[in-house]
């Protein structure tokens, strides 16, 4: 199946330092998705980008699907921003997502 | 903002018990997902469903799983007799276009 390789793996900033978290891909995607899991486990979507670059606050994403890759850029940190970013894609001919292992990311005031 | 709900948050079993986990989509979707993430790893795909039938499962989804939308709004899963090694968290996720939208999560803790 198709490979999701995420880095860092660990991140650790200071608050108000920007990152940019990475995540490759190794074959064709049709959908990928952003997400933060909280300290609670939940799973929170931050954006659907196939392709291109989105928006959202301090937040934003760019995806070169011809390249297989994705950024996730956070911008001015918040210790709230501190938690998990998973990366996951659609494979052609699949409906279901598969996830990167992740970059834990600790905010520290 | 409608979202997919998840019950209970926590379950506690014993080994070789039946434990069903239940989830409630958004209600225009079309599509539903099972995925677990075991303790400190990434999230696994188990199952997806459409049109009332299972459309892919992975090699996780053995014959001890099973799904089932049981009315027009519930999502459930099903372990018939879990296993120590089936401790993990498990998401319900639905989607009607692209996008995957998923629940909170139920913790499951075998013992």
């Known amino acids: 199946g198709i490979q999701v390789e995420q880095s860092p793996p660990d991140l650790i900033l200071q608050e108000g330092a920007n990152s940019t978290l990475r995540c490759n891909f190794s074959d064709s995607v049709n959908n990928l998705q952003w997400f933060h899991q909280n300290p609670w486990g939940q799973l929170i979507n931050l954006f659907y980008?196939?392709?291109g670059t989105k928006q959202n606050g301090r937040l934003s994403a760019t995806t070169v699907a011809t390249e297989r890759y994705s950024l996730l850029y956070i911008s001015s940190s918040q210790t709230t921003d501190s938690g998990v970013y998973f990366c996951a894609v659609v494979d052609d001919g699949a409906n279901n997502l598969f996830f990167g292992t992740g970059t834990r990311l600790t905010v520290i005031p | 903002e409608p979202e997919v709900t998840q019950t209970p948050s926590h379950q506690v079993t014993q080994m070789g018990q039946e434990v069903i986990l239940r989830c409630v989509p958004i209600s225009n979707h079309l599509y539903f997902y099972w995925y677990r993430q075991i303790l400190g790893q990434k999230v696994e795909f188990l199952v997806s469903f459409y049109n009332n039938e299972i459309s892919e499962k992975s090699e996780i989804f053995d014959d001890q799983f099973s799904v089932e939308r049981p009315d027009g709004s519930n999502f459930t899963l099903k372990i018939r007799s879990t296993k120590l090694e089936d401790s993990a968290m498990y998401f319900c996720?639905?989607?009607?276009?692209?996008?995957?939208?998923f629940g909170p999560g139920t913790r499951l803790t075998v013992l």
């Open positions: 996720a639905s989607r009607t276009a692209n996008e995957q939208f």
């Open positions: 980008i196939p392709s």
